[in-house]
């Protein structure tokens, strides 16, 4: 079975700081890996996607995300946070052939000015 | 596209009343998921179809829900009789299976739903 861990339900930071938002998961089989973001009163949009192409990961609005097998992590990073950024943050892990997605349970990223 | 479609946006309502939430897919995709959100229990899948066919409805709570897929462009979830304890958002998703590739699902805005 496949399952997520996001450490921290909330991360704050200043404004050009660097965010980190870190997530672990367990899988049996190959993941593929997901960074959703969340924007308050609004549904779930993908940042960004593992699915074993190439170990780091370029998404939308500057994320990245780095997948570490050895690790079992694949971590959300910005080198520079904005205001806008301000959401919650959702770590999801999906086996090869499998539809469900398995969410962490989220970390809600501050940025203060 | 339009993206997922869901309907209502916001919902309230009295205990033991009946409620439908309505979801439109992305034209094409032949995969469709519902969740329920809740500050408690985060995210959680409800029931996914293929096809229009229920694949997995393990995560429905209980008979009083119920999800059907008529056709392929239109879903619904239905709560009879509603509780307050069933108040939480809830976003339909759907995916287009690529048969390989990690599918990406693509939510719609939610239906918040509030039972007093």
Redesign the interface.
Known sequence: AQSVTQLGSHVSVSEGALVLLRCNYSSSVPPYLFWYVQYPNQGLQLLLKYTSAATLVKGINGFEAEFKKSETSFHLTKPSAHMSDAAEYFCAVKGTGFQKLVFGTGTRLLVSP | DAG?IQSPRHEVTEMGQEVTLRCKPISGHD?L?WYRQTMMR??E?LI?F?NNVP??DSGMPEDRFSAKMPNASFSTLKIQPSEPRDSAVY?C?S?L?SGG??????????T?LTVL
């Open positions: 997922v995969y998921f985060g995210l899948l996914y293929n694949i997995d976003f998703a995916s299976s590739a990690g599918d990406t699902q693509y939510f719609g805005p939610g918040r």
